[in-house]
């Protein structure tokens, strides 16, 4: 077996042998790249079955951030649901046995499409409209868990889901900022005496984007990523991120959406809300604030990812690309209150 950084093949082949029915040693490992949190590795067994195995980064976990536990429970309780995610084969909590705690799940079809040039080799055009409404569907799919029947009902706090998110984000920002940006505590202010009425909580993913799915040729999800931190609020949340995240084809683009839902096929924004609406009944007329609160919540991110570059906790960036991003921080506040504008 050659090495594979971040996986110790002895121990962890002797774990799945042991652990996952059916498999059979000797197993090959392979990193999957593009993940940007916890590490993937595609595993294939001596009889062909294939696997993925999911650990920590290699170093500064922060453990809330890499609870594999908790996201081996999500994933293990959606297993009966709508919602598509990979079988949950195992956990395994000895460090011994990897140097971190890690889980295995089974091998799902499909392909993550982060830019034209994927969307466009793996799917036609009905392929891209068809990928466009199973993501919704998907999405729906998540809102309307069962959450006892799933055992998440204990999953986190149910009420006041956008209060508490905006006390978290504004607690962030104000221990990593490297800087005074009054709109960040003005938006705050207003995000925080707007607050929509919130309905029944649901399951909420908190990043669900395309190039968080697995999409097949036919355009249908196949498999959820991600789901570090899936938690339990207000469903609107995952539909105003969204907005960030998608431009369909003739839209513009914020900083942030991917090129790929650009491509002609694809449905637009008013599309994906359109049948959003349709297909859960729930009231949309407030979207722009949810939108505001997604573009002032990643304006927090972006600045604790521009102090860790500052500060060298990061590896190097040169000037240009630290300006960039200073900029990005300030150019996400402003869509922020920009999308609060629209409520008045």
């Not at 055009?125 to 055992?151: K, Q």
């Amino acid at each position: 077996m050659s090495a594979v950084q971040g996986i110790d093949a002895a121990p962890v082949s002797e774990w799945l042998h042991t652990h996952v029915a059916g498999a059979t040693s000797p197993f090959t490992f392979a990193p999957i790249p593009g993940g940007h949190s916890n590490l993937a590795f595609a595993i294939t067994s001596a009889t062909g079955n294939r696997y993925v195995l999911r650990r920590p980064p290699l170093r500064d976990a922060v453990a809330k951030e890499h609870d594999l536990s908790r996201e081996y429970r999500i994933i293990s309780g959606l297993g009966d649901s709508a919602v598509p995610v990979a079988t949950a084969r195992g956990y395994c909590a000895d460090p011994l046995v990897n140097g971190a705690p890690f889980y295995v799940l089974d091998h799902v079809e499909g392909q993550v499409i982060r830019d034209k040039a994927t969307a466009k080799k793996l799917l036609s055009e009905p392929g891209r409209r068809r990928a466009s409404e199973s993501f919704i569907d998907t999405m729906v799919a998540i809102h309307a868990v069962d959450l006892a029947a799933a055992g998440l009902d204990d999953l986190g706090p149910r009420d006041d889901y956008i209060a508490r998110q905006i006390r978290r984000w504004y607690r962030g920002w104000n221990a990593q900022k490297t800087r005074e940006l009054p709109a960040i505590d003005q938006v705050r202010d207003a995000l925080m005496s707007q607050i929509p009425l919130q309905g029944p909580a649901t399951l909420v993913h908190s990043d669900l984007r395309l190039d968080n799915c697995l999409v097949n040729r036919r355009g249908d999800i196949t498999a959820v990523l991600d789901w570090e931190i899936c938690t339990v609020g207000d469903p609107l949340a995952d539909l105003g991120l969204l907005m960030l995240f998608w431009s369909g084809p003739g839209e513009e683009p914020t900083a942030w959406s991917a090129t790929s839902t650009g491509v002609r096929g694809f449905l637009r924004r008013d599309d994906l809300v359109r049948r959003y609406a349709e297909e859960t009944g729930r009231d949309i007329s407030r979207l722009d604030y949810y939108v505001a609160f997604a573009y002032w919540k990643h304006a927090c991110i972006l600045e604790g990812v521009y102090a860790r570059y500052v500060s060298g906790a990061l590896g190097h960036r040169d000037d240009a690309e630290l300006l960039g991003l200073k900029a990005q921080v300030e150019g996400a506040v402003g869509a922020a209150a920009d999308a609060l504008d629209q409520l008045a």
